[in-house]
């Protein structure tokens, strides 16, 4: 287990920062801005499972921005990993235009939950950051789990 602690280095990693910020964009606006149909503001039904999932988003957010593994390759926009970073901040965008536009389907809410996980994931595979990919998919278990039960089950 040393060795495998050996191989990350604290280290600032500003493309890691830079998804954090692409991700949270659409965020700052929705603070500033509420959408027509803002259901995102309703009182939540899992404060217990939201807490959860503030705590894994600074860990993830630390993890990205923070750890490097020494084995990782130059960040490289060719890469299969990266180019789907990228779709999924792209979808991500899109359902935040949905959202916008007025629609809360569950298809909406979902993909407001999982596109910027599967981007924060897909990033964290690249990077070889297991770290960060592992409270990736524990961030992504809460997020989904607040989606589902404030907004689908409802």
Same mark, same amino acid.
Request: glycine share 6%.
């Given at each position: 287990?040393?060795?495998?602690?050996?191989?990350?280095?604290?280290?600032?990693?500003?493309? $890691?920062?830079? +998804?954090?910020?692409?991700?949270?964009?659409? %965020?700052?606006?929705?603070?500033?801005?509420?959408?027509? &149909?803002?259901? +995102?503001?309703? &009182?939540?039904? =899992? !404060?217990?499972?939201?807490?959860?999932?503030?705590?894994?988003?600074?860990?993830?957010?630390?993890?990205?921005? +923070?750890?490097?593994?020494?084995?990782?390759?130059?960040?490289?926009?060719?890469?299969?990993?990266?180019?789907? =970073?990228?779709?999924? /901040?792209?979808?991500? =965008?899109?359902?935040?235009?949905?959202?916008? $536009? $007025?629609?809360?389907?569950?298809?909406?809410?979902?993909?407001?939950?999982?596109?910027?996980? $599967?981007?924060?994931?897909?990033?964290?595979?690249?990077?070889?950051?297991? !770290?960060?990919?592992?409270? =990736?998919?524990?961030?992504?278990? /809460?997020?989904?789990?607040?989606?589902?039960? %404030?907004?689908?089950?409802?």
């Amino acid at each position: 287990m040393g060795k495998k602690l050996k191989q990350y280095q604290i280290a600032f990693e500003p493309w $890691g920062l830079l +998804l954090f910020l692409v991700i949270m964009a659409p %965020n700052f606006l929705w603070f500033a801005v509420p959408a027509p &149909e803002d259901v +995102l503001r309703r &009182e939540s039904l =899992t !404060p217990h499972w939201d807490q959860a999932a503030s705590v894994l988003q600074v860990l993830l957010v630390l993890a990205l921005c +923070l750890l490097k593994n020494r084995g990782a390759e130059k960040l490289s926009w060719k890469r299969p990993l990266i180019v789907g =970073t990228i779709v999924y /901040c792209l979808c991500y =965008t899109i359902a935040w235009a949905c959202y916008y $536009g $007025g629609i809360t389907a569950p298809v909406v809410i979902l993909s407001l939950c999982l596109f910027p996980c $599967g981007a924060f994931f897909l990033f964290s595979l690249d990077r070889k950051n297991v !770290p960060a990919a592992v409270f =990736t998919l524990l961030f992504a278990l /809460c997020h989904t789990v607040y989606g589902v039960i %404030n907004f689908i089950l409802e």
